[in-house]
């Protein structure tokens, strides 16, 4: 377990507790697999970047990435702590309209948002709409003219082509990329920006870029803001208007094993806030808003996955504990090699550590949660808690071998909420036709 991130965990004989709730009596009223949530630790990190995260000199958003962990409770706790939400489907803005959060603090992202969705987003509000490509831009403004009395915001996504150390299937500003219009295509830029403007109620409002996900360097955003910050100040030379927002996108780092090493959020704003100022100056760009959209950051820490362990099997290397869930509420580690910290919740939980393998129950080789983990004798029934599972876990869940979704719930000073029924049989099947 890493010291101090996991501040409101206490590690009790045979039990734990998370914000003061005993994980043992979470299993016995919900069932296992159960994502907990400490609300704490989400509203103090959320406050965090919302402190940090400011500037005398322009508007600073937070827009947190809902993709990583979506649901109506969630988007709530955002809209109270003064954050923006990002949306990438119509399913996500759909949620964030059930759970009755202000539309118009939405961003909604996305290669390939489809005419439907577009529609939806003049219809429901949405505030600002990023847009991926000189293709989408034609798509939109022919939505607009359905909508002629509403106003709808734009930037444009642009790929600034910066290399970021991450796992090949989450870098996004790669030249074999699929999302957002590559720098240096000026003419593309500009041909979709006079789009854009060719519609009277749609406003182009500035620049977006997302460089990748999970990144522990700094660098690379401090070149996002040159390489953006430059092209503001060659399309301003060929447009009448000038670009309102910068926005820098999400990626950075958690903790997940302790060879992950992420940067404090002050670290994170400063470094970047610092950039603004010393570029946007340097180039005489005055930019209104600048903004960040932190998802797995906001969420991974504050997100734990307890399993039951319910076999125990000794193979011809490995040591396995089978748990009562896998790839299908956990698909990180089967589809990205993604490791987590795990610890065993059991009466032995202080006996001597031996070398295991976590195994999920799908009918897959690859369906293993943890390989290679130091941990206690286990025996069946007892429960392991999976650490830093709060992003891209519960999201990317799915009913592989027919496993019923698991349940989420939100824990805080002593009490529990649940956020997300545990999926029934029943709940299952319901929409299947005999
Ligand atoms: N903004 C945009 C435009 C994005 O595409 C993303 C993530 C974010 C912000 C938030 O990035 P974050 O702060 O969460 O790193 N399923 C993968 C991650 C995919 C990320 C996709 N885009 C995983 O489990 O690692």
Redesign the pocket.
């Known amino acids: 377990m890493k010291e101090n991130v996991f501040g409101s965990l206490i590690m009790q004989d045979g039990d734990a507790a998370i914000s003061g709730v005993s994980v043992r009596a979470l299993a016995d009223q919900y069932g296992t697999p159960l994502y907990i949530y400490d609300e704490n630790t989400l509203t103090s990190t959320m406050d965090a970047y919302m402190d940090e995260f400011r500037s005398d000199e322009f508007e600073t958003r937070v827009v947190y990435?809902t993709?990583?962990f979506n649901c109506k409770a969630m988007l709530k706790l955002c809209d109270a702590h003064g954050l923006y939400c990002?949306a990438v489907s119509l399913g996500e803005i759909y949620t964030a309209k059930r759970a009755g959060i202000d539309l118009s603090k939405i961003y909604f992202?996305g290669n390939n948002k489809t005419a439907f969705e577009l529609n939806r987003a003049f219809e429901y509000g949405v505030g600002t709409i990023i847009v991926d490509s000189k293709e989408e831009a034609e798509k939109l403004v022919s939505v607009a003219k359905d909508h002629p009395e509403t106003s709808m915001r734009t930037l444009i996504r642009v790929n600034p082509l910066i290399e970021a150390h991450t796992h090949k299937h989450?870098q996004?500003a790669a030249p074999d990329s699929k999302f957002g219009i590559p720098i240096m295509m000026k003419e593309r830029l500009l041909e979709t920006i006079a789009i854009l403007q060719s519609a009277d109620n749609i406003h182009f409002a500035g620049l977006h870029c997302?460089i990748g996900?999970?990144l522990f360097e700094l660098e690379p955003y401090i070149k996002a803001v040159e390489e953006l910050a430059d092209l503001a100040l060659d399309l301003e030379s060929s447009l009448s208007s000038s670009i309102e927002e910068i926005d820098l996108?999400?990626?950075?780092g958690v903790w997940y094993t302790d060879a992950d090493t992420p940067n404090p959020i002050a670290l994170t704003c400063k470094t970047i806030l610092d950039a603004c100022n010393t570029v946007f100056k340097e180039k005489g760009i005055t930019p209104k808003i600048v903004t960040i959209?932190?998802?797995?950051?906001i969420v991974a820490e504050a997100g734990y996955l307890l399993y039951t362990v319910t076999m125990i099997k000794q193979s011809l290397k490995d040591k396995f504990y089978f748990v009562d869930g896998g790839m299908s509420d956990l698909i990180?580690p089967a589809l990205?090699q993604?490791e987590y910290t795990a610890d065993l919740i059991g009466d032995s939980a202080n006996e001597e550590k031996e070398l295991v393998t976590i195994g999920g129950k799908c009918c897959e080789s690859g369906d293993i949660v943890i390989r290679d983990i130091m941990l206690p004798p286990a025996k069946e029934g007892d429960l392991l808690l999976i650490y830093s599972a709060g992003?891209?876990g519960y999201a990317?869940a799915s009913n592989y071998n027919k496993q019923p979704l698991p349940g989420v719930v939100f824990v805080k000073d002593g009490q529990t909420r649940l956020v997300i029924r545990p999926q029934t049989l029943d709940e299952m099947i319901e929409r299947e036709c005999d």
């Not at 959209?293 to 950051?297: A, D, Q």
């Open positions: 990435a993709k990583a990002d992202h989450i996004t997302h996900s999970q996108g999400g990626g950075f959209e932190p998802g797995r950051s990180r990205y993604a992003a891209y990317m």
